[in-house]
């Protein structure tokens, strides 16, 4: 397999990648029992002007040496754990360490290493170009900080996340923090995580379309928790998760693994089972005995289309095919085609919420701090149409959020809030410092006076219908409760609505013809959000798998 190489503009990072079975790059990942060598914390050893490497479906941060002899002093001394990736090469590369220790790592692949440095010095010398993974220092004593999960469950809507659909995960919530108004700046899958893991609007950090990437320049949670010496893992199925995208930025290990959507079997259409054990497993070897704190990053497709029949629901029409999804969208549904549409996307609620909860719930509840949330929500007719990335209603924006953990309060929030306030949040917890440049706020330190608070909270998208990115955002929304106003413009025709969301939260009646001057407390504030919007940068080309992905997502055509 061909090695993608990226360089980082910033020396917070990079990535390399190991090929091979799922269960095999698990062990790339992290799974490996070490012996800890002090009577301290474990560390990360931060890497600094690193390189990005992609081979297969794990990415990991990497220096890439050349054919001949090295020296790499370390950030400390004693027993560091690491891995060597043979990426370019056809041919095996021996790699003898300290004079003594000789390995042998076939192509495309990585082998763990652990070496005793007493200086804090690695001597090795290679047959031909290797890639030295960062390198960690287990210790003895247990983190002081708490590990952190953060599920994304892509597309999922909020008026699903309940006791009907979701009742394992949702009760297990409950006993946390809820938030029963949180939103999403974009109603589809690339710009709303992005927003996630950096706290900025997609103005801000610029990924607004299919073709873009994020700046290797901008703060993400992953690279301020790395700082707080986290090892940050991501499970990701891929696609508009892919690191192409530079949503890898600051992780160490990054599995991206997208299903098979076009396949009629379920086992290669669905990867959450698969994903899920990865996860199980990875956590289960506890490979730093505790002592250095874990941030995961866990994302599903699962709910998104095409919708699978699970349980007793069949759909022998194949209705929740993205196919027919995409057709009757233009050509029109019925009645009856929505409630069927409905169940089924209920039946993979279930499923999720089934599999997800067998994993979190075996989770020690004094050293996880967990998050379950989605980046965007599903249409099912509410305002003529399927499917989402079209349309900023709430049956798209208003999505799951909920955090459960040691400390973490018992409460339901009613407030608005965003999917953007996870990132400080988190920062928070773990005793870190916020950037200025986030935009996000802390869930947990609120503004007392918030009950008069009138938070502003921006959405967009450029996508004029399925598959039919625009030039500009095309539809934008500004919110602060409980006014919400939207503008479309569309081949030079501009729509406006506005809504009362307290009176009408499912967005029945736009009250611009009775009342045209409701909206200009909220109408002003779009430009503001515009006028200092970051340059986009390009994401390169998809490859034939990714572009065959993304159709059967819907994305292209």
């Not at 390995?103 to 440095?117: G, H, L, R, V, Y």
């Not at 989605?374 to 249409?379: I, P």
Request: with cysteine; hydrophobic share 35%.
């Amino acid at each position: 397999m061909k090695t993608r190489l990226f360089i980082s503009r910033k020396s917070k990072g990079g990535f390399v990648s190991a090929s091979g079975s799922v269960f095999t790059l698990v062990l790339a990942l992290l799974m490996v029992a070490v012996s800890s060598c002090a009577n301290r914390e474990g560390s990360v050893q931060q890497v600094h002007q690193a390189q990005y490497h992609q081979i297969g479906k794990i990415t990991k941060q990497a220096h890439l040496y050349q054919a001949g002899t090295h020296t790499v002093e370390l950030s400390q001394k004693g027993l560091a754990v690491f891995y060597v990736g043979n990426p370019d090469s056809d041919q095996a590369v021996e790699v003898r360490f300290n004079g003594q220790t000789t390995q042998t790592i076939a192509p495309n692949q990585w082998t763990f290493t652990k070496m005793e440095t007493a200086d804090g010095v690695l001597s090795f010398e290679t047959s031909a170009p290797v890639a030295i993974s960062t390198a960690c220092f287990p210790g003895r004593a247990q983190s002081k900080r708490k590990n952190m999960l953060l599920i994304s469950i892509d597309t999922l809507r909020q008026d699903f996340f309940n006791e009907q659909n979701m009742p394992l995960c949702y009760n297990f919530f409950r006993e946390g923090s809820l938030f029963t108004h949180a939103y999403s700046p974009a109603p589809w899958t690339l710009p709303a995580h992005t927003s996630l893991l950096t706290s900025l609007f997609p103005s801000h950090h610029g990924v607004r379309k299919p073709e873009h990437k994020l700046s290797p320049e901008i703060d993400t949670l992953a690279k301020e928790l790395s700082q707080l010496g986290y090892y940050n893992l991501a499970i990701t199925e891929g696609n508009y998760l892919d690191p192409m995208y530079g949503l890898a930025s600051g992780f160490h290990s990054y599995l991206s693994d997208p299903p098979q959507l076009d396949s009629d079997d379920p086992q290669l259409a669905s990867k959450l089972k698969t994903n899920i054990a990865i996860l199980e497993d990875t956590l289960k070897a506890d490979v730093f005995n505790g002592s250095i704190p874990l941030f995961v990053f866990f994302h599903t497709y699962e709910v998104h289309c095409p919708f699978l029949p699970r349980g007793s629901t069949t759909d022998p029409e194949h209705l929740g095919s993205t196919k027919w999804l995409l057709e009757h969208e233009i050509s029109g549904f019925s009645q009856d085609d929505l409630k069927k549409l409905r169940e089924l996307y209920g039946s993979e609620v279930q499923y999720t919420d089934r599999v997800l909860y067998n994993a979190i719930a075996r989770l020690d509840p004094e050293k996880w701090i967990i998050v379950l949330m989605s980046d965007h929500g599903e249409e099912f007719g509410e305002h003529g149409g399927l499917l989402h990335a079209d349309t900023l209603f709430e049956e798209v924006l208003r999505v799951p959020l909920a955090i459960e953990g040691p400390g973490i309060l018992k409460q339901q929030v009613s407030h608005s809030v965003s999917i953007m306030d996870v990132a400080p949040t988190l920062l928070n917890l773990v005793g870190g410092i916020v950037p200025e440049s986030w935009q996000g706020l802390d869930l947990f330190n609120l503004p007392e006076d918030i009950n008069e608070y009138n938070r502003v909270l921006f959405s967009e998208t450029f996508f004029l219908g399925p598959h039919i990115p625009s030039k500009d955002p095309c539809i934008l929304a500004v919110t602060s409760s409980p006014d919400k106003f939207i503008q479309k413009r569309n081949f030079g025709e501009e729509q406006y609505w506005f809504f009362n969301l307290d009176h009408d939260p499912e967005e029945k009646q736009n009250l611009l013809p009775l009342q045209p001057d409701s909206a200009d407390r909220l109408k002003p504030l779009l430009q503001p959000y515009l006028s200092n919007q970051r340059e986009a940068m390009p994401a390169g080309d998809l490859s034939d798998e990714q572009i065959k992905t993304m159709k059967s997502l819907g994305y292209l055509d």
